[in-house]
């Protein structure tokens, strides 16, 4: 069984910064797509950011291209999501989530392709 544990939410002020981190145990990061989505309340959930070891691909929604940055430490099965410059629309809470049946295929926020997710963990930005 795969679990995902969720770490690292907080409350923030805009501009500021929070690294979040997804531990991963049942299985290894190496051979899965990695991805973080976010929900506001009344949104649906969207995708944020996406990574895969083959090919060393990331991908990110544009609205947070050049403020967050995902990345994963293979030998701790961990991934992270650096967020910088905060703002109070990325006020939501943010879930881990991982696909090991369709790693290399197309759509990276696609949440149907993921098989597990994780509690979330909470993101508050105050302006």
């Known amino acids: 069984e795969v679990q995902l544990v969720e770490s690292g939410g907080d409350s923030v002020q805009a501009g500021g910064s929070l690294r979040l981190s997804c531990v991963v145990s049942?299985?290894?990061?190496?051979?899965?797509?990695m991805a973080w989505f976010r929900q506001a309340p009344g949104k649906e959930r969207e995708g944020v950011a996406s990574?895969?070891?083959?090919?060393?691909?990331?991908a990110y929604v544009d609205s947070v291209k050049g403020r967050f940055t995902i990345s994963q430490d293979t030998a701790k099965d961990t991934v992270y999501l650096q967020m910088n410059s905060l703002k109070s629309e990325d006020t939501a809470m943010y879930y881990c989530?991982?696909?090991?049946?369709?790693?290399?295929?197309?759509?990276?926020?696609?949440?149907?392709?993921?098989?597990?997710w994780g509690q979330g963990t909470q993101v508050t930005v105050s302006s």
């Open positions: 049942g299985y290894r990061v190496i051979f899965m797509r």
């Open positions: 989530a991982a696909d090991w049946r369709t790693p290399a295929a197309a759509d990276p926020f696609n949440t149907a392709r993921y098989n597990y």
């Open positions: 990574i895969i070891t083959y090919g060393n691909s990331t």
